[in-house]
Nanobody, 121 residues
Framework: QVQVVESGGGLVQPGGSLRLSCAAS????????MRWYRQAPGKQRELVTAITSDGSTNYADSVKGRFTISRDNANNTLYLQMNSLKPEDTAVYYC???????????????WGQGTQVTVSS
């Protein structure tokens, strides 16, 4: 089994910063792409950013220049540094990991439970 757990959310004022973390654990052989999604109230879940195992990244236009994704492959951990936060960044942020694991030697996506980020004065 594979578990994915996010942490680091909270309440921050506009213009502030937060750093989210996502730890994957379990019978992991390889983690391919890792992604951050977010879902605001009344809206669909959207892809925020992604990073491959070799460090290639992409970002949604709405967060380019403000958010930075990174990963620690040795510890199966994903990060999201969020700067210059805006009220419209308020959402539940979800980590997604594409994992190849035992005992089934299968490749599938795993989701965390989400962490709330609220940007408000």
């Amino acid at each position: 089994q594979v578990q994915v757990v996010e942490s680091g959310g909270g309440l921050v004022q506009p213009g502030g910063s937060l750093r989210l973390s996502c730890a994957a654990s379990g019978n992991i052989l390889i983690i391919y792409v890792m992604r951050w999604y977010r879902q605001a109230p009344g809206k669909q879940r959207e892809l925020v950013t992604a990073i491959t195992s070799d460090g290639s990244t992409n970002y949604a236009d709405s967060v380019k220049g403000r958010f930075t994704i990174s990963r620690d492959n040795a510890n199966n951990t994903l990060y999201l540094q969020m700067n210059s936060l805006k009220p419209e960044d308020t959402a539940v942020y979800y980590c997604n990991a594409e994992v190849y694991s035992t005992p089934n030697y299968s490749r599938r996506n795993y989701w965390g439970q989400g962490t709330q980020v609220t940007v408000s004065s």
